[in-house]
């Protein structure tokens, strides 16, 4: 009778309980870590944390070797300043230029006003002598006037298009040393930013760790210098085989046993689900449509998110093992974010 009874209630546990939860033990805490690596090449000048460390936003990590790169912001910067020097004399030229070519302007104006008038008077002067009321020699002077006012006229019309094309050269030279202040200035933002990047700064709060760094030692850019692991958002991966996923959902309740405090159970929730098995995103994935087939069932990575305030947090660190165990009988979480939830009635598609 007792051992009916005890049957009874492990049946009926498991088919109130055991039966919704789905469990793995292969799952480990992980987090998006930082790699830290110089953007230019230089020697280490100072090397400013440990392993361990914790850092915040903005904080520096390490120093470059500064001298050539501030030459050569310097040397930008005088660059810049020439250029721009050049421009404003230039630009004192171009107004200068403006002032002549109205003065040639009103040259041209009085050269041609004089003309009239010399026209006029040959022409008053040949009526006369053709009237017997002025001599040849009147005539003669007030023609000899005329051509030279004729003269005056060409060659203020002349010195007037001498210096529209003094201005168009000046134009031309203008486009030309703005190019050159740009250029210039471009040059110069770049050695600036090359001089702030002698300084490696974390670009996020977290905790320093793999440095494998020693001042003296010649970084190009791009080579790893040390890791930022950001412990205050350490979230788990489980890898649920296939057949477990049917009835899960993005915001079901996890529990998350970690293996180094197993006295202290958390609750997270699914997050999300990768798009595919882990084997497909593996170096040689496997191929199956050759040789022998042996039908090995797959696992799907599932994301499950740590609150924030959870009793392990800060606690966490990246390689831990977990074992989760998802409560497929929840509703999911309201707060999951419309990117994660899944597709259909609240399940995970397959």
């Known amino acids: 009778m007792t051992l009916a009874v005890v049957a009874g209630l492990l049946v009926a546990y498991w088919w109130f309980h055991s039966r919704f939860i789905q469990s793995t033990d292969n799952a480990y805490v992980e987090a998006e870590m930082s790699v830290i690596a110089p953007r230019i090449a230089g020697y280490v000048a100072e090397v400013l944390v440990e392993n361990n460390t914790p850092v915040q936003a903005g904080d520096a990590l390490l120093r470059l070797v500064a001298d050539d790169y501030r030459a050569r912001q310097q ?9 721009a020097a050049a421009l404003d004399t230039l630009a004192t030229q171009v107004e200068l230029q403006k002032a002549l070519i109205s003065e040639a302007d009103a040259g041209v ?3 041609e006003a004089e003309l ?10 040949a009526d006369l002598v053709d009237d017997r009321a002025a001599s040849r020699q009147q005539l003669e002077s007030a023609v000899a006037a005329f051509q030279q006012a004729e003269s005056a006229v060409n060659a203020a019309r002349a010195g007037l298009s001498a210096r529209r094309s003094e201005m168009a050269v000046l134009s031309a030279r203008r486009s030309e040393i703005e190019a050159q202040l740009s250029e210039a200035e471009a040059a110069l933002t770049l050695a600036q930013i090359d001089l702030g990047n002698t300084v490696l700064r974390a670009p996020m709060d977290g905790v320093v760790g793999n440095r494998h760094v020693q001042v003296g030692q010649y970084l190009q850019p791009g080579s790893p210098v040390l890791s930022l692991v950001p ?5 788990v991966t489980a890898n649920f085989k296939e057949t477990q996923v049917e009835s899960m959902a993005a915001g079901q309740p996890v529990e ?10 958390i609750e997270g929730f699914v997050e999300s689900f990768s798009p595919a098995a882990g084997s497909r ?3 040689l994935p496997p191929e199956n449509a050759t040789g022998n087939f042996t039908k090995i069932v797959q696992r799907i990575p599932v994301r499950i998110r740590v609150p924030a305030d959870s009793p392990l947090a800060g606690l966490l660190r990246p390689g831990m093992s977990v074992i989760a165990s998802v409560d497929t009988r929840k ?4 707060e999951v974010s419309g990117e994660h939830r899944v597709a259909g009635a609240g399940t995970w598609p397959l």
């Open 231 to 235: 412990l205050q958002s350490v979230y």
């Open 75 to 83: 040397q930008a910067g005088a660059q810049f300043r020439a250029r």
């Open 116 to 125: 009239a008038r010399a026209r006029s008077d040959s022409q008053r002067y």
């Open 109 to 111: 104006a009085s050269a």
């Open 281 to 283: 995103f593996s170096l």
């Open 256 to 265: 998350l046993e970690i293996d180094a405090y197993p006295d202290t159970p």
């Open 331 to 334: 509703t999911p979480r309201s």
